[in-house]
């Protein structure tokens, strides 16, 4: 089994940024990619980007390109979203996974964090 904790979220003005982290946990070996994806209230999940364990590879969604970057720091075990220039609309919970390799479709990751929540105040 894989656990993963997510952490950074709050509460933030628009146009302002957060560093969300995802902490993983025991059968690390197995984690091939880790993705971002969130939820706002009454929508449906959907994908953020997304950053192979051991390559180079990353997939982000239109709408956070150019804003978000993710990155990952194997010694820690934890991958990052870092989120520029954030709007209202992005209030969501942030949830992070783990899967077998890149992609944007949430049935490509098989474990799940918890959550974080981030709101974006305008």
């Known amino acids: 089994q894989v656990q993963l904790v997510e952490s950074g979220g709050g509460l933030v003005q628009a146009g302002g940024s957060l560093r969300l982290s995802c902490a993983a946990s025991?059968?690390?070996?197995?984690?091939?990619?880790v993705g971002w994806f969130r939820q706002a209230p009454g929508k449906e999940r959907e994908f953020v980007a997304a950053?192979?364990?051991?390559?180079?590879?990353?997939s982000y969604a239109d709408s956070v390109k150019g804003r978000f970057t993710i990155s990952r720091d194997n010694a820690k075990n934890t991958v990052y979203l870092h989120m520029n220039s954030l709007k209202p609309e992005e209030t969501a919970v942030y949830y992070c996974?783990?899967?077998?390799?890149?992609?944007?479709?949430?049935?490509?990751?098989?474990?799940w964090g918890q959550g974080t929540q981030v709101t974006v105040s305008s």
């Open positions: 025991g059968r690390t070996f197995s984690i091939h990619a």
């Open positions: 950053i192979g364990w051991s390559d180079s590879i990353t």
């Open positions: 996974a783990a899967g077998r390799l890149v992609a944007k479709a949430a049935t490509t990751y098989n474990y």
